[in-house]
T-cell receptor, first 116, second 114 residues
Framework: DAGVTQSPTHLIKTRGQQVTLRCSPK?????VSWYQQALGQGPQFIFQ???????QRGNFPDRFSGHQFPNYSSELNVNALLLGDSALYLC???FGPGLSSGNTIYFGEGSWLTVV | RKEVEQDPGPFNVPEGATVAFNCTYS??????FFWYRQDCRKEPKLLMS???SGNEDGRFTAQLNRASQYISLLIRDSKLSDSATYLC???????????????FGTGTQLKVEL
């Protein structure tokens, strides 16, 4: 049973460039959430996708956008990269947008983005 | 005030010690609660869910106090392999859109030493 897979695992970009990160959810899961984790911080919620729509969004600028495909996989796009966008980007999947103690969320190994 | 606040750490404890982590949350509408463990440069992994009645999983005991908006994690007989960052996580259901959002604390680093 494949877990959550993310690509690429590491990448380096220059300020002002654009980046696309990809995520395939765990088998049987239909909801994907994206998180940004800066060094020394906990993950911060970016947005959640369910039924190919952005359902919820955290406090991130419009430079951060996403997409969910019919097979439930998802992309995170960041435009006009800033040095402060350097972080670990985590994708998490679950079954359905609601979450309870019985419906846990699983994380991928993340994509390390360095902006120089 | 942060939505989820944790002890700053790091906690350096000898092997075999008992260590307790505390966490408070500010959103009274929060629905479910978790402790996640994160090893260095790895993704967070669910350690245990937290219930009002308290729950235990081997050496780990978690407790939730909804009135005080307080969550705790107790690790007994700590092992070297327990060294990691422990993240307090609160799930809130968002009324508009029907989604949910996990809010993480900044994490508390635990180092278990010989």
């Amino acid at each position: 049973d494949a877990g959550v897979t993310q690509s690429p695992t590491h990448l380096i970009k220059t300020r002002g460039q654009q980046v696309t990160l990809r995520c395939s959810p765990k088998s049987g899961h239909d909801t994907v959430s994206w998180y940004q984790q800066a060094l020394g911080q906990g993950p911060q919620f970016i947005f959640q996708y369910y039924e190919e729509e952005e359902r919820q969004r955290g406090n991130f600028p419009d430079r951060f956008s996403g997409h969910q495909f019919p097979n439930y996989s998802s992309e995170l796009n960041v435009n006009a990269l800033l040095l402060g966008d350097s972080a670990l980007y985590l994708c998490a999947s679950s079954f359905g947008p609601g979450l309870s103690s019985g419906n846990t969320i699983y994380f991928g190994e993340g994509s390390w983005l360095t902006v120089v | 005030r942060k939505e989820v606040e944790q002890d700053p750490g790091p906690f350096n404890v000898p092997e075999g010690a008992t260590v307790a982590f505390n966490c408070t949350y500010s959103n009274s509408a929060s629905q479910s609660f978790f402790w996640y463990r994160q090893d260095c440069r790895k993704e967070p992994k669910l350690l245990m869910s937290v219930y009002s009645s308290g729950n235990e999983d081997g050496r780990f005991t978690a407790q939730l106090n909804r009135a005080s908006q307080y969550i705790s994690l107790l690790i007994r007989d700590s092992k070297l392999s327990d060294s990691a960052t422990y993240l307090c996580v609160v799930n809130s259901l968002i009324l508009t859109g029907g989604g949910n959002k996990l809010t993480f604390g900044t994490g508390t680093q635990l180092k278990v030493e010989l």
